[in-house]
């Protein structure tokens, strides 16, 4: 191996390394943003749960399931998406923007 080669190999290494810890730091940041979102939409999801299971035509276990993704992003009619709730949490921004900057 020349010496270029040896230092090309050395700095793909290097590179490879840091995006590892990049992308590990980030899966952190993710989770947090989760961890956050779930402390915020768990009240509100367990609210409708409840409400759904006083409903005379409703069971307990079709309120649980219609109810379980509550928060979470999803398509509409007209096919456009709704945003997920709460991901404007600072743990969620930080995530966010840590993401963009490693892409």
């Known amino acids: ?21 990049d992308e590990a730091s980030i899966r952190a940041l993710e989770q ?5 979102r779930e ?13 759904c299971k006083t ?7 079709y309120c649980e399931r ?5 928060g979470n992003a999803k398509r509409l009619p007209n096919g456009t998406m709704e945003p997920r709730m709460f ?4 743990e969620c921004i930080a995530a966010q923007d840590a993401r963009r900057k490693l892409k």
Do not use: Q
């Not at 402390?39 to 409400?51: F, G, M, Q, S």
């Not at 219609?66 to 509550?70: E, K, N």
């Open 1 to 21: 191996m020349n010496r270029m080669t040896g230092c090309a190999a050395i700095a793909l290494l290097a590179f490879t390394n840091l995006a590892c810890a």
């Open 32 to 36: 947090a943003c989760e961890a956050a």
């Open 39 to 51: 402390v915020k939409l768990k009240p509100l999801r367990d609210a409708e749960i409840a409400r």
């Open 55 to 61: 409903e005379s035509h409703s069971e307990a276990d």
């Open 66 to 70: 219609f109810w379980s993704d509550y």
């Open 87 to 90: 991901d404007d949490l600072p």
